[in-house]
């Protein structure tokens, strides 16, 4: 199998103090008080190949490095060191963080159009595709309503029916399945096994175990920003639950 991501030895460090901010006069104590490499790494030398048709689960606990990471695979964040080598060639869909890439002002039928315009669809393409969407979505009666006025399971609703309507060749999903109810969750689940079926590349974070077991071939554990273990699922969940 051909490999869509290969990271080498990457690294990626934010300024501890902008990270640990929450008020003026933090920042103010914080200017005073700060040290030279005051860095929090997020990613600490990971080596990590994917390949084309896996599905691999992000285990890990608050803090590990998995949100960071998918980040770098959806080339929103570039490493400081090491390589990172993707597959361009295939369509990428990624559900990173609830809304974003929406514009609020926007209705959700605009934000569909404006999303698929980045994804490199025509406006006949998006055209042809959002009654499914919106059938997908169960929000016709919002669609164009601004953005902003959706609550966090609307959001994930159309998040997710766009992003998988285009059949994307990889999918990237951070923990959106968390939001709304259980009905949508699985109704999301059977279009994500399909799309695996057919052959998309697959990467999932999720806090839930037995989630990740049953959907995934692989799965990779980080700690502290490091791949502690990479390997069968139920071998690296066995692992994951005995350290704690």
Not at 7 to 31: E, M
Not at 160 to 179: H, K, R, S
Request: proline content about 3%; glycine content about 8%; some cysteine.
């Amino acid at each position: 199998m051909s490999e869509v991501f290969a990271l080498n030895d990457i690294t990626v460090a934010f300024d501890r103090h902008t990270v640990l901010q929450r008020s003026l006069r933090d920042a103010v104590s914080g200017w005073f008080a700060r040290k030279p490499n005051a860095v929090l790494r997020a990613l600490d030398g990971v080596s990590l190949v994917v390949r084309e048709g896996e599905s691999v689960g992000l285990v890990g606990r608050n803090g590990a490095g998995k949100s960071t990471l998918m980040r770098v695979l959806a080339r929103v964040i570039h490493p400081q060191s090491g390589t990172v080598t993707i597959d361009r060639s295939k369509r990428l869909a990624a559900l990173l963080e609830l809304g974003i890439g929406f514009h609020p002002e926007l209705t959700g039928r605009e934000n569909c159009f404006l999303a698929g315009a980045l994804l490199g669809l025509s406006r006949r393409e998006v055209r042809a595709r959002l009654p499914l969407i919106v059938e997908f979505s169960e929000l016709a009666d919002f669609i164009d309503e601004p953005v902003k006025t959706y609550s966090s399971g609307m959001f994930a609703r159309l998040a997710f029916a766009l992003a998988t309507e285009i059949e994307p060749q990889v999918l990237l999903i951070d923990e959106v399945l968390g939001v709304g109810d259980q009905f949508f969750v699985l109704k999301c689940i059977a279009r994500m096994q399909r799309l695996m079926r057919g052959g998309a590349t697959t990467v999932i974070v999720s806090h839930s175990l037995d989630f990740l077991v049953a959907q995934c071939s692989r799965l990779v554990w980080l700690e502290h920003g490091r791949v502690r273990l990479d390997g069968e699922p139920k071998e690296v969940a066995a692992a994951y639950r005995g350290s704690a």
